[in-house]
Nanobody, 114 residues
Framework: QVRLVESGGGLVQAGGSLRLSCTAS????????MGWYRQAPGKQRELVADIISGRLTNYADSAAGRFIISRDSKNTVTLQMNSLKPEDTAVYYCNVRAGIQDYWGQGTQVTVSS
């Protein structure tokens, strides 16, 4: 059974930091792409950042310079979020792409108060 378990969301004041972590299990094939997406109320899910082969990173413009994605182990990806803004408020989802298959976590709420 495939599981992506996320942790680290919560409530923080603007300017603060949060660290999200996601551990994947049950995926039989090797996977090279892990990432984080987010979805705010009334908006579409969007890419925040992803990491390919453990080293090539890609960030949304809104996240560049403030967030850092890293792959801490074969199955774990972390998103360090700094200088958070109220517009970062959303449900954050972990994503793993294995071949043509996408896997998603259950989501973790991040709320940034002004």
């Amino acid at each position: 059974q495939v599981r992506l378990v996320e942790s680290g969301g919560g409530l923080v004041q603007a300017g603060g930091s949060l660290r999200l972590s996601c551990t994947a299990s049950g995926i039989d094939v090797s996977f090279d792409i892990m990432g984080w997406y987010r979805q705010a109320p009334g908006k579409q899910r969007e890419l925040v950042a992803d990491i390919i082969s453990g080293r090539l990173t890609n960030y949304a413009d809104s996240a560049a310079g403030r967030f850092i994605i890293s792959r801490d182990s074969k199955n774990t990806v972390t998103l360090q979020m700094n200088s958070l803004k109220p517009e970062d408020t959303a449900v954050y989802y972990c994503n793993v792409r294995a071949g043509i298959q996408d896997y998603w976590g259950q989501g973790t709420q991040v709320t940034v108060s002004s």
